[in-house]
């Protein structure tokens, strides 16, 4: 088999674009916005921290509103507070 700089180059490419789906995939992890806890309890503002977490967590938002345990957390005004203030829209799942 003869191999090609053309061929060489279109593995490289689909090695790179395989890399970049696995590095961007989240992990679903409630635990995650442990820095929001106090945001959407209403004893502090959200912090730094917190809006970086929620907006890395935007993807699973839908999941967290479907998740009996989670939903009070989330479905709540202080909730949606702090993901206005952070800039992350609550979805409409």
Known sequence: MKVTYS???????????S????STAVTCSAVQLAPCLGAITGSTPPSSACCTRLRAQ???LCGYLRDPTLRQYVNTPNARKVANTCGVPLPNC
């Open 19 to 22: 890399k970049a789906q696995v």
């Open 58 to 60: 935007k993807p699973c």
């Open 7 to 17: 061929s060489v180059l279109l593995i490289a490419m689909v090695l790179l674009l």
